[in-house]
């Protein structure tokens, strides 16, 4: 075994005898399977275990960066820190630091400065080539500089971050601000960024945001005031939208009051198909779990009631010659009342929708746009697999808790795909998995016995001729002759047995494919041991449906449901019917 081999099995092997009480069996080796053999100890020291899973990756991470960044930091020794937060406080300092200085040239009003950030507004293109240096913004180009274009009607600003390195594309921001209210951001490569919020933070954006905007109100007040009119075209494109919008509701509404004349989900009709059952069971959820005024029949001839007695007060108030204040107030408190109505649903306030949720169908409630799924229980079951499924597809079992998905690696799968390993090693190299014992006997060595048995049988064949001669007058000659060649025998016999043990043959192949049977078998035993030591993707041999299983029985149905994870059962004509809000 190489020096450093062995170094690196005594260090490990000190690390778990040190901090197995504290860590755990399991955990301590989860460090060692992560961490490199010389930052065990000091991982040992501050590595907490409260959150550990969170803990341990960042001591990783951050001993990734002190490999890279250790000769730059005040302590190049990692033991010189004694938390992970002091490792972390260093390196984020260092990364941090000011790496540059900008100076204001002719040509472009400086916006902003502080350690971190230069925000400057070029007004010219001689300022825009010098602050936009080293992007790909046209901007920016000696040669055909785009940046007249660009200010026709809004102002660039460059965003220039003094704390990244020159290759990294957000260490130079342009900002397109549009008098119109409109912002397109750039990075250095000149690629637009659609969040970049997330790359900074929203309370940095904002701010330099609102330093952006005070400059603009101050610099180009008079170009604000001329695009104002696009705010104008702005609230108009949105009364169309509000008005499309209208048209959809009273679409919807429409085709409500279509099935309520028909009535189209009686549960008595003798008619009420599975989708009369679901909207039934949409609405009796919407009952439990909201407070909407579900209306009764008693609550319909109320109306009618008021509706009638409101047209009977019109006609006699239009009768009257007289001003008939009292009728006014009369009509005015029953349109009150029957106000108080209109937030009542019914069956038919529900609509179903033509796309479904993981084979669930979905129901709108018309009054206020919350959709719904329902489903029978088979179509639950269904739906909850794929939806696991989806899940597995968009976030990798990555997105799992690691424990968790070690449980479900296929040993077989893992085994298979040895196989091929094993048999073609010990097939090619036998000697390294026996002992020279277990060899057959070579051919040289099979026709050697095969020779010395057939002598020895000559010589038994002769023994007999001679034993029948004894009482001869040589007897004695016969006798020594026999011993002869019983001597002989016995050293062939000798010779044979030398042979036997010490054969220079191949292996048995019966005992080759019970060794990679053996390997095989062994790999099946331990599955993680061998994916890790030959460091393979776990997620490579996950039994997906066994996994997609026990992430159903463990998080339940509830896991399909959005909004708030709960579900309600409903009996509905005799058929369960499975509920829950979307959003």
Not at 12 to 18: L, P
Not at 110 to 128: C, H, I, K, M
Not at 401 to 422: I, T
Not at 520 to 549: A, C, K, N, W
Request: proline share 2%; charged share 35%; with cysteine.
């Amino acid at each position: 075994m190489k020096f450093l081999d062995i170094l690196k099995e005594s260090r490990e092997d000190n690390f778990k005898q040190q901090f197995t009480r504290k860590f755990g069996q399991e955990n301590v080796q989860r460090i060692v399977d992560l961490i490199e053999p010389k930052f065990l100890n000091w991982v040992g020291q501050v590595l907490e275990t409260m959150n550990f899973d969170q803990n341990l990756m960042k001591v990783k991470q951050n001993i990734d960066l002190f490999k890279k960044y250790s000769t730059n930091l005040p302590k190049t020794d990692i033991s010189q820190y004694k938390s992970i937060d002091e490792l972390a406080t260093a390196i984020k300092t260092y990364v941090e630091r000011p790496r540059r200085s900008y100076k204001q040239v002719e040509g472009g009003n400086v916006v902003y400065e502080d350690d971190r950030f230069f925000v400057v507004n070029p007004l010219t293109p001689t300022a825009s080539c010098y602050y936009g240096k080293g992007t790909k913004w046209c901007t920016a180009a000696e040669t055909n500089n785009q940046f007249v274009k660009y200010n026709d009607d809004g102002k660039l600003f460059y965003i220039l971050d003094k704390t990244k390195a020159a290759n990294d594309p957000m260490y130079k921001i342009a900002l397109l601000k549009k008098f119109d209210g409109e912002e397109i951001f750039y990075d250095a490569k000149d690629e637009v960024l659609h969040k970049p919020k997330e790359i900074f933070g929203e309370e940095i954006v904002s701010k330099l945001i609102k330093e952006i905007l005070d400059y603009m109100n101050s610099e180009f007040s008079e170009q604000l005031a001329i695009f104002a009119d696009k705010e104008r075209v702005k609230k108009e494109k949105e009364r169309i939208e509000a008005l499309r919008r209208r048209r959809e509701q009273m679409a919807k509404e429409a085709q409500a009051e279509e099935r309520r004349l028909d009535n189209e989900w009686d549960l008595n009709s003798g008619n009420c198909d599975e989708e009369c059952l679901k909207a039934n069971g949409v609405l009796r959820f919407i009952d439990d779990t909201n407070n909407h005024n579900i209306i009764t029949n008693e609550d319909r001839e109320y109306i009618a009631s008021l509706k009638s007695e409101i047209e009977r007060l019109n006609n006699e108030y239009n009768q009257s010659e007289d001003v008939r204040t009292d009728l006014l107030d009369s009509i005015s408190e029953l349109e009150d009342e029957l106000e108080g109505y209109s937030e009542y649903i019914d069956l038919y306030s529900i609509i179903p929708l033509t796309y479904d949720y993981y084979g669930l169908s979905q129901f709108e409630l018309i009054t206020d746009g919350h959709t719904y799924a329902a489903g029978t229980q088979q179509e639950m079951a269904d739906a909850v697999v794929d939806y696991v499924n989806q899940l597995v597809d968009d976030v990798g079992y990555e997105g799992f808790r690691a424990s968790f998905v070690e449980d479900h690696v296929d040993a077989d799968m893992v085994a298979d795909h040895f196989r091929d390993f094993w048999e073609e090693d010990i097939n090619n190299s036998p000697d390294s998995y026996f002992d020279d014992e277990s060899r057959m006997l070579s051919d040289g060595q099979n026709d050697q016995i095969s020779h010395m048995k057939k002598q020895i049988q000559y010589y038994r064949t002769v023994i007999q001729t001679l034993e029948a001669r004894l009482d001869d007058e040589e007897e004695d000659e016969i006798t020594s002759k026999i011993e002869e060649f019983e001597s002989n025998i016995e050293e062939l016999e000798s010779e044979i047995e030398e042979i036997e043990s010490d054969p220079e043959g191949d292996f048995p192949q019966d005992l080759i494919d019970e060794k990679v049977e053996e390997m095989i078998e062994d790999v099946r035993s331990s599955p993680l041991y061998y994916i890790r030591e030959h460091g393979m993707e776990i997620t490579e041999f996950i039994d997906r449906q066994s996994f997609v299983d026990a992430v159903v029985d463990e998080d339940g149905w509830g896991v399909l449901c959005p909004y708030d994870g709960n579900y309600e059962e409903y009996n509905i004509n005799d058929k369960w019917i499975y509920v829950f809000r979307l959003d």
